[in-house]
Protein backbone atom coordinates (compact mmCIF):
# COMPACT_ATOMS: atom_id res chain seq x y z
CA UNK A 1 0.00 0.00 0.00
CA UNK A 2 1.60 3.34 -0.80
CA UNK A 3 1.21 6.15 1.97
CA UNK A 4 0.15 9.31 1.07
CA UNK A 5 2.32 11.98 2.05
CA UNK A 6 0.27 14.64 3.26
CA UNK A 7 -1.23 12.20 5.58
CA UNK A 8 -0.26 12.59 9.30
CA UNK A 9 0.40 8.90 9.88
CA UNK A 10 2.14 9.53 13.31
CA UNK A 11 -0.68 7.87 14.21
CA UNK A 12 0.40 4.09 12.87
CA UNK A 13 2.92 3.72 16.12
CA UNK A 14 -0.47 3.09 18.03
CA UNK A 15 -2.06 0.67 15.47
CA UNK A 16 -3.34 -2.27 16.95
CA UNK A 17 -2.03 -3.89 13.80
CA UNK A 18 1.16 -2.67 13.75
CA UNK A 19 1.59 -3.78 17.58
CA UNK A 20 0.22 -6.98 16.67
CA UNK A 21 2.82 -7.46 13.94
CA UNK A 22 0.23 -9.99 11.86
CA UNK A 23 -0.37 -8.34 9.08
CA UNK A 24 -1.77 -11.63 7.21
CA UNK A 25 -4.66 -11.10 9.65
CA UNK A 26 -5.69 -7.98 8.26
CA UNK A 27 -6.31 -9.04 4.35
CA UNK A 28 -9.36 -9.75 2.90
CA UNK A 29 -9.18 -13.71 1.49
CA UNK A 30 -9.65 -12.98 -2.35
CA UNK A 31 -12.30 -14.02 -4.71
CA UNK A 32 -14.34 -14.25 -1.26
CA UNK A 33 -18.34 -14.35 -2.60
CA UNK A 34 -21.34 -13.65 -0.66
CA UNK A 35 -21.44 -16.45 1.45
CA UNK A 36 -18.47 -15.95 3.19
CA UNK A 37 -19.63 -12.31 3.95
CA UNK A 38 -20.61 -12.91 7.50
CA UNK A 39 -17.25 -14.60 8.37
CA UNK A 40 -15.32 -11.74 6.62
CA UNK A 41 -17.31 -8.43 8.68
CA UNK A 42 -17.13 -10.64 11.95
CA UNK A 43 -13.77 -11.54 11.67
CA UNK A 44 -12.65 -7.71 10.45
CA UNK A 45 -14.38 -6.52 13.34
CA UNK A 46 -12.53 -8.93 15.77
CA UNK A 47 -9.48 -7.65 14.19
CA UNK A 48 -9.64 -4.14 14.84
CA UNK A 49 -11.70 -3.34 17.72
CA UNK A 50 -10.25 -1.99 20.87
CA UNK A 51 -8.02 -0.07 18.22
CA UNK A 52 -7.29 3.47 19.93
CA UNK A 53 -6.49 4.64 16.76
CA UNK A 54 -9.63 3.22 14.86
CA UNK A 55 -10.71 6.83 13.53
CA UNK A 56 -7.65 7.74 12.18
CA UNK A 57 -7.10 4.68 10.06
CA UNK A 58 -10.40 5.57 8.64
CA UNK A 59 -9.33 8.55 7.29
CA UNK A 60 -6.45 7.09 5.22
CA UNK A 61 -8.86 4.66 3.99
CA UNK A 62 -11.12 7.05 2.74
CA UNK A 63 -8.04 9.34 1.50
CA UNK A 64 -6.08 5.66 -0.26
CA UNK A 65 -8.81 3.83 -1.29
CA UNK A 66 -7.06 0.28 -0.61
CA UNK A 67 -8.11 -2.82 -1.42
CA UNK A 68 -7.63 -6.54 -0.55
CA UNK A 69 -7.33 -4.90 2.95
CA UNK A 70 -9.07 -4.72 6.48
CA UNK A 71 -8.80 -0.73 7.25
CA UNK A 72 -10.61 0.27 10.89
CA UNK A 73 -12.80 -2.80 10.93
CA UNK A 74 -14.49 -2.77 7.41
CA UNK A 75 -12.97 -5.77 4.75
CA UNK A 76 -11.98 -3.44 1.70
CA UNK A 77 -12.28 -6.28 -0.96
CA UNK A 78 -11.47 -6.63 -4.73
CA UNK A 79 -14.19 -4.25 -6.33
CA UNK A 80 -15.15 -1.90 -2.68
CA UNK A 81 -14.09 0.89 -4.97
CA UNK A 82 -15.11 0.71 -8.22
CA UNK A 83 -19.01 -0.29 -7.99
CA UNK A 84 -21.04 2.56 -7.17
CA UNK A 85 -23.06 0.60 -5.02
CA UNK A 86 -19.71 -0.76 -3.14
CA UNK A 87 -18.50 2.68 -3.06
CA UNK A 88 -21.22 4.16 -1.13
CA UNK A 89 -21.53 1.74 1.29
CA UNK A 90 -17.97 1.87 2.69
CA UNK A 91 -17.29 5.35 2.15
CA UNK A 92 -20.71 6.28 4.13
CA UNK A 93 -19.53 3.51 6.76
CA UNK A 94 -15.43 4.76 6.65
CA UNK A 95 -17.02 8.28 7.24
CA UNK A 96 -19.15 7.11 10.16
CA UNK A 97 -15.60 5.71 11.99
CA UNK A 98 -13.66 8.63 11.14
CA UNK A 99 -16.28 10.90 12.82
CA UNK A 100 -15.76 8.94 15.95
CA UNK A 101 -19.00 6.74 16.00
CA UNK A 102 -18.49 3.21 17.15
CA UNK A 103 -16.98 0.37 14.69
CA UNK A 104 -19.29 -1.92 15.97
CA UNK A 105 -22.33 -0.24 15.43
CA UNK A 106 -21.13 1.27 12.57
CA UNK A 107 -20.47 -2.44 10.90
CA UNK A 108 -24.11 -3.65 11.98
CA UNK A 109 -25.89 -0.67 10.23
CA UNK A 110 -24.06 -0.47 7.37
CA UNK A 111 -22.99 -4.10 6.14
CA UNK A 112 -25.40 -6.45 8.17
CA UNK A 113 -28.09 -4.70 7.66
CA UNK A 114 -29.13 -6.54 4.94
CA UNK A 115 -31.93 -9.57 5.00
CA UNK A 116 -29.46 -12.53 5.46
CA UNK A 117 -26.98 -11.26 7.76
CA UNK A 118 -28.75 -10.92 11.05
CA UNK A 119 -26.30 -13.78 12.13
CA UNK A 120 -23.41 -11.56 11.36
CA UNK A 121 -25.24 -8.46 13.04
CA UNK A 122 -26.19 -10.65 16.17
CA UNK A 123 -22.42 -12.15 16.86
CA UNK A 124 -21.13 -8.45 16.58
CA UNK A 125 -23.81 -6.20 18.60
CA UNK A 126 -22.62 -8.80 21.48
CA UNK A 127 -19.07 -8.53 20.95
CA UNK A 128 -19.67 -4.58 21.64
CA UNK A 129 -21.45 -5.49 24.33
CA UNK A 130 -18.92 -7.37 25.99
CA UNK A 131 -16.40 -4.83 25.47
CA UNK A 132 -18.63 -2.15 27.25
CA UNK A 133 -18.94 -4.71 29.98
CA UNK A 134 -15.17 -5.15 30.30
CA UNK A 135 -15.41 -8.72 29.35
CA UNK A 136 -12.38 -10.78 27.98
CA UNK A 137 -13.36 -11.37 23.96
CA UNK A 138 -12.20 -14.36 22.07
CA UNK A 139 -12.31 -14.87 18.71
CA UNK A 140 -15.67 -15.90 17.52
CA UNK A 141 -16.42 -19.61 16.65
CA UNK A 142 -16.92 -20.47 13.24
CA UNK A 143 -19.58 -22.59 13.95
CA UNK A 144 -21.42 -19.98 15.32
CA UNK A 145 -20.94 -17.25 12.69
CA UNK A 146 -22.05 -19.82 9.49
CA UNK A 147 -24.74 -21.32 12.06
CA UNK A 148 -24.25 -23.97 14.13
CA UNK A 149 -23.78 -22.02 17.50
CA UNK A 150 -26.18 -20.23 19.57
CA UNK A 151 -27.30 -16.43 18.72
Known sequence: MMIDQALDLTWHTHA???????????????GSGDKSLPVKFVRAV????LCPVSSQCARQALAEQPIGV???GIPLPQ????????????SRALDRIAAGEPMHAVVVEELCAVR???????IIARRA???RRGAALLPTPIEEIE???NV
Open 129 to 131: LKI
Open 116 to 122: GRERCAS
Open 147 to 149: GGG
Open 46 to 49: EACE
Open 70 to 72: IMA
Open 16 to 30: KCVRLSCPSMYDTPP
Open 79 to 90: GSWWAPSYRQTY
